[in-house]
């Protein structure tokens, strides 16, 4: 509190020695409406990044091309969860564009280094195609400069270390090809470490190629992402790099019980203790066990209705079909609230410099939670945590400054060992 009055008063100075009188407001005392208003003004004032947004494969999965009957797909659409428009209006600036390879590509050599590039290319044409929106960011500073300049940044994460195959010099092309986080594994044990969603622990956690790969990436600057990892990855990863690392889109396993892809206290508290954030993931299945189970039977009879009218789940015209059944059962979702409950945890095991938001637009399917629908949504999750007394430092914190922090120190490590 003491911090928001010096802050406040400060604010207060500069604006009376520039000349200008806007009205500074404690937070606390502002009326809901005010607070919402403040929200929203905080969502455009800082720069937000998101830690995994599913664009790429969804418009993959769509027959997207760079060509001019598509290009306008990613400015402006009624389909999935992210376009530019959208993204402006909710005040989000830096998505990292998930560069993800399914699990199953792993079995056929070069198939997923293949769908990695071309992912890799098609977030490079889409920037390329609207310069004055978008730009492939590869650092910090270019995302902070670009922020400046109102252009939104595309950094860009690979979900799935498979890719990288047994070529140890892959890590150093991806990195060239302008990659700056590597989610270790995804559904499967690969060639680098065991996954959550799997239960073989072909390597009870890092694979001997997986230890040098970790290095590789601490070498040249990719940030290690720990999201998808089973337990013993992550705490054998804590063991042995000397750098913070990130979780894209991870939340609390406290909320669902038994859900190895969240992370537990334990792992919270470590991932604090060496400095890194713990990206929020927005899906309601990540944020409340029951609605875990709850959703589980129910898209069961979903499924049975489905068929019954012949169509399956994929279809175009199924879709008016998923909206009535999500409202027919509303408690499907969970809400923003469960959002900030998810980030008032990771608070209290560790700090307000340890978490950050990892939607998992586009890749979360039907279940985001209510109030967090799309990338214009932002500004409710900030309403909701100035209600729950967060100050506007650490709500900055929240939307950037956190991951602005471990992307420069994986920077600042890369740089020191060339
Ligand atoms: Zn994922």
């Known amino acids: 509190m003491y911090r928001s009055i010096c802050l406040l008063l400060l604010a207060s100075l500069l604006f009376a020695c520039s000349g200008e009188a806007p009205e500074v407001k404690d937070p606390s005392t502002m009326t809901e409406e005010e607070l919402r208003q403040h929200a929203d003004s905080l969502a455009h004032a800082y720069l937000i990044t998101d830690g995994h947004v599913d664009l ?99 950094p860009m994460g690979m979900e799935n270390g498979s890719p990288i195959e047994d070529q140890i010099e892959r890590v150093a092309e991806y990195h060239a090809k302008g990659i700056r986080y590597i989610t270790l594994t995804h559904a499967k044990d690969n060639l680098i470490c065991d996954s959550s969603y799997d239960t073989t622990r072909t390597h009870n956690g890092l694979s001997e190629f997986g230890r040098e790969v970790v290095k590789e990436m601490n070498r040249v600057g990719i940030m290690v992402d720990i999201s998808h990892v089973s337990d013993s990855t992550f705490w054998q990863v804590m063991e042995m790099t000397d750098v913070p690392v990130i979780a894209s889109h991870s939340s609390a396993r406290k909320f669902t019980p038994g859900f190895e892809r969240n992370m537990n206290d334990e792992m919270i508290k470590r991932l604090g203790e060496e400095n890194g954030v713990i990206q929020i993931n927005f899906g309601s299945t990540f944020l409340d066990g029951a609605l875990r189970t709850r959703r589980d039977s129910l898209r069961g009879v979903l499924m049975e209705r489905l068929s019954e009218a012949g169509l399956s789940y994929t279809d175009e015209e199924a879709k008016p079909m998923i909206d009535a ?39 979360v399917g039907d279940s985001l939670p209510t109030g967090l629908k799309d990338v214009s949504d932002y500004p409710n999750l900030i309403f909701t945590l100035l209600q729950r007394g967060y100050t506007d430092e650490d709500i900055e914190k929240m939307c950037s400054g956190n991951v602005i922090r471990v992307w420069r120190a994986v920077e600042a490590a890369a740089t020191a060992s060339k």
């Open 56 to 154: 790429p494969y969804r418009l993959k999965v769509k027959n997207f091309k760079l060509d001019k009957e598509y290009l306008g797909i990613p400015i402006e659409t009624k389909e999935g969860d992210f376009d530019y428009v959208r993204a402006v209006e909710g005040g989000l600036d830096a998505p990292f564009m998930s560069i993800y390879i399914p699990s199953g590509l792993q079995e056929e050599v070069g198939a997923s280094p293949a769908l990695a590039d071309s992912l890799i290319d098609m977030v490079s044409g889409i920037a390329s195609a609207h310069p004055d929106k978008f730009r492939i960011t590869t650092s910090p500073e270019q995302m902070i400069q670009n922020f400046k300049e109102g252009v939104m940044s595309l």
């Open 325 to 363: 059944f999500g409202e027919e059962f509303p408690t499907l979702y969970a809400d923003v609230e469960t959002v900030a409950d998810h980030i008032d945890h990771v608070v209290s095991l560790s700090s307000v410099d340890n978490v950050g938001f990892g939607s998992d637009f586009d890749g």
